[in-house]
């Protein structure tokens, strides 16, 4: 039998180092020895931040913290199913999108698995939302966080139309607004009147972390 401790951090080592099979059984023996799927997602999810710290000094590639993200990912639904009445793994909620005319997704779908990875709960709106859909996702969800991506500076626009439309809605206050892309800058965001602006899905997951 592995100590607590001991078990949390070779599972936690195990996520970072993007090895499935191995945090799924940690995460086994963990419930063997009748630790709470709570507990167990609570020391996981930390993982994530090491990741992204890897990342931003160079240590991590894309494709390795990916690995990761998909080891931590399996992992948490693996112990979903166990949770208890009212326990949540959720720090907060955030809808997400590819604002309208953009119908790109590859790098709005990187950071979502960044976020979920990270104890987030993503709601996905897909590309081309209009204001419309994120005014209605907001009212409907009640997020913490409305994020937006863009890869094209024609589309770059519909953020600040966004963010305005959120304003006359009453629930721009409410909420916390990320915004990214290729062709955004945080001198754009801070023109637009957004909250915050990360250059990659790291960078999103420690902007929300330190909002919270």
Do not use: W
């Not at 020895?33 to 020391?43: P, R, V």
């Not at 948490?76 to 955030?94: H, V």
């Not at 990360?198 to 420690?206: E, M, Q, S, T, V």
């Amino acid at each position: 039998m592995i100590q607590k401790n001991l078990l949390f951090e070779e599972m936690k080592k195990a996520a970072i180092n993007g090895e499935r099979d191995l945090v799924k059984k940690y995460i086994q023996e963990g419930l063997d020895q009748n630790y709470t799927a709570l507990e167990i997602i609570e020391s996981l999810v930390p993982a994530m931040d090491v990741v992204g710290n890897k990342f931003a000094s160079g240590e991590f590639y894309l494709p390795q913290m990916m690995i990761a993200a998909r080891a931590m990912s399996e992992g948490i639904e693996m112990l979903k199913p166990l949770l208890l009445p009212g326990q949540t793994i959720t720090k907060a909620k955030a809808i997400f999108g590819t604002v309208k005319g953009d119908y790109h997704d590859i790098g709005k779908n990187i950071v979502k698995i960044i976020l979920e990875s990270g104890g987030y709960e993503v709601i996905d709106l897909g590309v081309d939302v209009a204001p419309e859909r994120f005014v209605e996702a907001s009212k409907k969800e009640k997020p913490r966080f409305v994020l937006m991506s863009a890869l094209l500076t024609l589309t770059m626009p519909m953020m600040d139309k966004t963010i305005k439309a959120l304003g006359e809605a009453g629930i721009r206050d409410a909420v916390k607004i990320g915004v990214g892309g290729a062709p955004v800058t945080q001198k754009f965001a801070d023109h637009i009147g957004a909250d915050f602006y990360a250059d990659d899905a790291p960078g999103a997951l420690k902007k929300c972390n330190g909002l919270l």
